[in-house]
């Protein structure tokens, strides 16, 4: 039986609910993380409570549960649902009161946590790439906070969807290229230079993405943050993207435009190796 977490209380999944008050459900007023596991063990663990503390401070709702009691509910969740691999997914919104939109005083934030299948992509995704769209950024400007306000996100993958591509791609009015609906994109320049979009309030900067760019630089990998557009992207000779549920993942098409020649390219796939061996190393997981 799937087990989830609210307020406090252990319960079956499908029984699950949250007061029509809340303000996660009438504002979007909360923030989540979505942290997989394997072996149950939890990967970037601390990197992933890090950046919910942090999406928290900047919108001034306090930690429902000291940060070593939100560790054990963890622990115990997954431990409960009897699964050893997978996802969770943590939810906080700033409480339940009374329909203002003013922030109320002395209100306890709610606490949801929910266990999920792994979201891996299949094999074959992994070493062909994936096609994604682009479309216009009409989000907010704090992307940076992990908000569960995601309409353009949501919007943009079932366009995505619909196309039969992977993702959908952000872009802003002037070509510049942000991140994924999901996920941080990367390209590689001809130069075999890594390049992303810095991490500013334009994106949510991605657990994976950090991790990946320390890799990188690690293995001697040349990584650069800075902006650029879709033009440069559509022409670099590779290009991926990432997330905490697919890994990193080779892209061989942008819109009608073959990235390359349309096959992963080596750097990425050097890449890959670096973050499955990541995985390898703190969960015992092998992809
Ligand atoms: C908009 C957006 N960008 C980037 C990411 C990747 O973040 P992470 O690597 O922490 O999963 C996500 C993940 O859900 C996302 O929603």
Known sequence: MRIAYVNGSYIDNALASVHIEDRGYQFSDGIYEYIAFYNGLLLDGDLHFKRLERSLRELEIGMPVVPSALRVIVRELIERNGREEGGLYIQVTRGVSPRNHIYPKNVRPSLVMTVCGAKTPKQSEFENGVK???????????????????????????????????????????????????????????????????????????????????????????????????????????????????????????????????????????????????????TGKKF
């Open 132 to 282: 994604i769209m682009s479309c216009h950024d009409n989000r907010w400007e704090r992307r940076d906070i992990k908000s569960i306000s995601l309409l353009p996100n949501i919007m943009a993958k079932q366009e995505a969807g619909r196309q039969k591509m992977r993702e959908a791609l952000f872009i802003e009015t002037d070509g510049t290229v942000n991140e994924g609906s999901a996920s941080n994109f990367f390209m590689v320049t001809k130069a075999g230079v890594v390049t992303t979009h810095p991490a500013d309030n334009d994106i949510l900067p991605g657990i994976s993405r950090d991790v990946l760019i320390k890799l990188a630089t690690k293995a001697g990998i040349a990584v650069d943050e800075r902006k650029f557009d879709i033009a440069e992207a559509k022409a670099a000779p590779e290009a991926f993207i990432t997330s905490t549920s697919i890994n990193v993942l080779p892209v061989v098409k942008i819109d009608d435009k073959l990235i390359g020649k349309g096959v992963v390219g080596e750097i990425t796939m050097k890449l890959q190796e670096l973050y499955n061996s990541h995985i390898y190393k703190q």
